[in-house]
């Protein structure tokens, strides 16, 4: 997450040797929930370094990846609460990366979906911190979606207020 911030390139870098050795992992067994979760993370990953790179079709195309697997992976282990983590991050930067583009209405979209995750993960893991700290990221980018939208041109003095 350090080199995300830092250095976007070389984190694109390390994400795509992860994801290829993750996906050589899953490729030899397709049913270990843990080998696509890992690919889900990488995705993750290349996602938010292309994003934070200005390359946001790209990031958009390895999120929904990102989100393909780990909707497989929920529906064949639910219980596995932690590794669903990954779902409630990636509509979190799918939404951010949509904001970014002015997608505003679909943002939301994915900000509320990731939203409901964390917090069927959070009711069943109530003490769990990482679970509380990803429904506060969400919480906080819906926060950002009606602060970016109170920012509009043509919106009345009365609209603005209501969105902020």
């Not at 890992?38 to 990031?59: I, P």
């Not at 991050?89 to 900000?111: C, K, P």
């Not at 700290?133 to 819906?142: F, G, T």
């Amino acid at each position: 997450m350090m080199l995300l911030a830092t250095n976007p390139a070389e984190a694109l870098q390390t994400y795509r040797k992860a994801f290829e050795l993750s996906n050589e992992l899953s490729s030899a067994d397709t049913a270990n929930v843990h080998h696509r979760s890992s690919l889900a993370d990488a995705l993750l990953g290349t996602g938010q370094a292309l994003h934070q790179l200005g390359r946001k079709e790209e990031a958009i195309q390895d999120l929904t990846r990102a989100l393909d697997l780990e909707k497989s992976i929920e529906a064949v282990a639910p219980e596995r609460i932690f590794l669903l983590r990954t779902l409630s991050r990636t509509y979190l930067e799918m939404g951010n990366v949509l904001l970014d583009q002015g997608e505003g209405s679909r943002a939301l979209e994915n900000y509320r979906e990731g939203l409901a995750i964390a917090e069927r993960s959070l009711q069943r893991a109530t003490s769990s911190l990482n679970h509380a700290i990803d429904r506060a990221d969400l919480l906080e980018a819906v926060g950002r979606y009606y602060l970016t939208s109170a920012e509009q041109a043509g919106l009345s003095q009365s609209r603005r207020s209501q969105l902020k």
